[in-house]
């Protein structure tokens, strides 16, 4: 079964700084990616995907993330953070031949101002 | 607004209760899944239905079933309740069968009291 590891459970950023959040995975062949962002009280939201072609993905909300392959690594970045990207983020996991997503533990985003 | 709609927002019941939990699917897509977001075991995946049959089965207790409807919508039913099995819970409903984006909705709170 697929693993997905988001290092941090908290990170805080300052308004305007850069927001990097990691996320590995453990498979033996390329899997699909995807970043979800969650609000209070809301339900999931996708972000962005990776499936297949260019590495560098670019979601909503001037997110974008880049497939590792050598690193099995996913991280999620941001230019300049705004105070609205306060949320929990989560990092999922499928593979390509399953139905079955994954999902890492989540990583808090604060932004202060 | 994703699409998907779960009723009720709130659920207040008692240990050794059954519950139903509704989901109604984004127009046009064919698979539902359901999860459990917990604070100790973070997000899980219970179980996905696409087009009326079961497709994949993860962390769902026995005490838990559910089905798909030939309107596509879907119930989590809950029996026997325990006092671990307050958490929130999401549907979610993608296009297709494998390795499509997941839309969620805004999820069921389940209290046992």
């Known amino acids: ?15 305007g700084a850069l927001v990097l959040l990691r996320c590995n995975y453990s498979s033996s062949v390329p899997p699909y ?12 939201q996708l972000l962005l995907k990776y499936t297949t072609g260019a590495t560098l ?5 001037g997110f974008e993330a880049e497939f590792k392959k050598s690193e099995t690594s996913f991280h999620l970045t941001k230019p300049s953070a705004h105070m609205s990207d306060a949320a929990e983020y989560f990092c999922a996991v499928s593979e390509n031949t399953g139905n079955q997503f994954y999902f890492g533990t989540g990583t808090s985003l604060t932004v202060i101002p | 607004d994703s699409g998907v709609t779960q009723t009720p ?6 240990t050794g209760q059954r519950v139903t939990l509704r989901c109604s699917p984004r127009s046009g ?11 100790d075991q973070g997000l899980q995946f219970l179980i996905q239905y696409y087009n009326g049959e079961e497709r994949a089965k993860g962390n769902i207790l026995e005490r838990f079933s ?19 099995d ?8 993608s296009a297709g069968a494998v390795n499509q984006p ?7 709170r389940l209290s046992i009291l």
């Open chain 2, 9 to 14: 927002k709130h659920l207040i019941t008692a």
């Open chain 2, 29 to 39: 897509d064919l698979s539902v899944y359901w999860y459990q977001q917990s604070l």
């Open chain 2, 86 to 93: 307050s958490a929130l819970y999401f549907c979610a409903s």
């Open chain 2, 102 to 108: 997941q839309h969620f909705g805004d999820g069921t």
């Open chain 2, 66 to 84: 559910a089905q798909q409807f030939p309107d596509l919508h879907s119930e989590l039913n809950l029996s026997s309740l325990e006092l671990g």
């Open chain 1, 57 to 61: 993905v670019k979601g909503i909300n």
């Open chain 1, 33 to 44: 990616l995807f970043w979800y962002v969650q609000y209070p009280n809301q339900g999931l």
């Open chain 1, 1 to 15: 079964a697929q693993s997905v590891t988001q290092l941090g459970s908290h990170v805080s950023v300052s308004e």
